[in-house]
């Protein structure tokens, strides 16, 4: 393989110029290939229904996030591993059940809107939606809705207009940190974070902060592993004695500006569920 100075420069993928084949995935270390556990994890149950508000409704609760001393500064400029409006068609396994999924979006004229539906056999999970603007850095989300069976059962609002910027959840709010993505708009800003790097290499870290039903929260990636232009790179937590370990492992496919081809989500090494992508 040639120096990682002289790789070609990534290219978004273009939705008018997809194609069907199959993607076959990379290999994997042994961890990523462990048997389905029996349920899905707790982190993407959808919580009660939160009825929406506007964002001037909601009383602000002082929470900041805990910051790392060595945080990165965002790049300048970001770019996107996807434009224009197409979708994504996915194989995807749940507790060892065989489905399918996609990712429809649309991102052009400053706005992005994706949507993540997933089925399996008779069980349809939640639809996941992230909506809001691009920027010169990356996705700047602000709404992230989890609709089941046509309700809207969990919402975040991010209000970046607001001094400072804060994320609404119900009646809860959080301080913002520069950067922070929802739990589907990671995916796209995580392959421009790493498209941005002038020398990605086995052992880098990438910093991401991500929303969720209980705040802002830093997402420490590391690059574990390359296979040709496939990057491996994972996200693992220690939750603390008698709680499950969560690890997030993304393949990044340098060809295609770094978009994800394979995502998978484990407890303590047991993979919950794997999307494969199929185009």
């Known amino acids: 393989m040639n120096a990682l100075s002289r790789r070609p420069a990534p290219r978004a993928v273009d939705a008018s110029a997809m ?4 993607i076959d995935a990379p290999p994997r270390p042994e961890s990523l290939a462990a048997p389905i556990a029996s349920s899905i994890a707790p982190s993407i149950t959808p919580p009660a229904t939160t009825p929406e508000r506007a964002p001037d409704a909601v009383p602000a609760i002082a929470t900041t996030a805990p910051r790392l ?31 399918e999924a996609s990712l429809n979006f649309r991102i052009e004229d400053g706005r992005y809107d994706m949507t993540l539906e997933r089925r399996a056999g008779d069980r349809e999970l939640p639809l996941w939606r992230s909506e809001g603007r691009v920027g010169p850095q990356g996705l700047q989300p602000e709404r992230h809705r989890v609709r089941r069976q046509g309700r809207e059962r969990e919402l975040l609002v991010f ?10 959840v119900g009646a809860r709010a959080y301080t913002l940190s520069a ?82 081809v394979d995502l998978r989500f484990s407890l303590d090494d047991d993979e919950q569920w794997a999307l494969r992508l199929l185009d």
Do not use: K
């Not at 209000?159 to 609404?168: F, G, M, S, T």
């Not at 800003?189 to 870290?205: F, I, K, N, S, T």
């Not at 996200?235 to 008698?242: K, N």
């Open 19 to 22: 194609a069907t084949r199959l």
């Open 69 to 99: 001393a060595d945080a990165r500064p965002i790049p300048a400029l970001l770019a996107l591993p996807l434009r224009g409006e197409g979708s994504l068609a996915y194989a995807f396994v749940i507790d060892g059940q065989p489905g």
């Open 159 to 168: 209000d970046q207009d607001a001094v400072p910027p804060r994320l609404l």
């Open 179 to 260: 950067g922070t993505q929802d739990r589907l708009s990671w995916w796209l800003q995580l392959a421009a974070l790493m498209a941005a790097e002038p020398a990605p290499h086995v052992g880098m870290r990438l910093r991401m902060p991500v929303a969720g039903a209980t705040g802002v929260h830093d997402w420490d990636f590391e690059v574990v592993a390359r296979d040709g232009d496939r990057w491996l790179l994972q996200r693992a937590l220690r939750r603390g004695p008698g709680r499950p370990a969560l690890q997030w492992s993304a393949w990044l496919d340098e060809q295609r500006g770094f978009l994800p």
